[in-house]
Nanobody, 125 residues
């Protein structure tokens, strides 16, 4: 059984920074896709960033390009999302997810991801 647990959310002023973490535990395929999603009130869940654990290839949504950075630790046990120059429109519940298939555009469809954390709230005012 695979478990994902997010942490690091909070409230910040516009222009500030936050670093989110996602701890993964349990048995899982070694090379897979890990992603960050977010969902604001009244909006659909959207893909923010993704990273393939085998190739280390990353991809970002246009809305966060140049401001957010996805990475992981050397032991492959934790995924990070560094968020800089935060804007009020970044306010949302942020989720960590894992896709055991390919790490491509289709992976940004929430239905393709098998594992999810409970989310961590980010509020920018």
């Amino acid at each position: 059984h695979v478990q994902l647990v997010e942490s690091g959310g909070g409230s910040v002023q516009a222009g500030g920074s936050l670093r989110l973490s996602c701890a993964i535990s349990g048995r899982i395929y070694d090379k897979y896709c890990m992603l960050w999603f977010r969902q604001a009130p009244g909006k659909e869940r959207e893909g923010v960033a993704r990273l393939h654990t085998g190739t280390s290839t990353t991809y970002y949504a246009d809305s966060v390009k140049g401001r957010f950075t996805i990475s992981r630790d050397g032991g492959k046990h934790t995924l990070f999302l560094q968020m800089n120059s935060l804007k009020p429109e970044d306010t949302a519940l942020y989720f960590c997810a894992a896709n055991l298939g390919a790490c491509v555009d289709a992976s940004f469809n929430p239905r393709t991801n098998a594992y999810w954390g409970q989310g961590t709230q980010v509020t920018v005012s």
